[in-house]
């Protein structure tokens, strides 16, 4: 299945693709990973956000991007989904991907730091995130915070 990706800002985000969004995100980390929280925390407005679409424009991934200084002093991301339809087909890998390059293109000197779920610490590792303190509960599941280093000169 061919995904085609792209990057938005909040404001230049339609209405119906904003819905489409947190649909998707509710129906991932709410309904199937039944975590309770409010999805809406006020990042969205600082965040560059991908969209993973299908050739007929059903939204299958998503991934946002935390502006430097929103929630840690580098850039973050998180809100790292595939829907059922094309899991276990490599969109996880091509989001993480996507988050590094724009990261390292918008903010070429800043390290990137995420709040991985426990058990994915070996995935993200293999994208050159290492560990950073004790894992802590982040409504009902265990998370460990991780950070990309920049590579000196870029």
């Known amino acids: 299945m061919e995904i085609n990706w792209s990057w938005q800002r909040f404001n230049d985000i339609s209405g119906e693709a904003m819905h489409e969004m947190l649909a998707l995100r509710q129906e991932v980390f709410v309904v199937e990973q ?25 939204l299958v991934a998503y ?9 840690y002093p580098e850039p973050s991301f998180g809100r790292v989904l595939t829907s059922k339809a094309i899991r276990g087909m490599g969109a ?35 994208f050159g995130f290492t560990k ?17 280093r920049v590579p000196p000169n870029g």
């Open 34 to 58: 039944g975590c309770l929280y409010l999805d809406a925390d006020g990042l969205d407005k600082q965040s560059w956000h991908l969209f993973g679409r299908t050739n007929d424009q059903q």
């Open 63 to 71: 991934a946002r991007l935390n502006f430097p200084n929103t929630r």
């Open 92 to 126: 996880g890998r091509k989001i993480v991907a996507a988050c590094i390059q724009k990261s390292l293109r918008e903010y070429p000197n800043l390290d990137l730091q995420i709040s991985a779920q426990a058990h994915l610490t070996e995935f993200y590792a293999e």
């Open 132 to 148: 950073v303190g004790d894992p802590y509960d982040d409504h009902g599941i265990e998370h460990i915070s991780m950070i990309f």
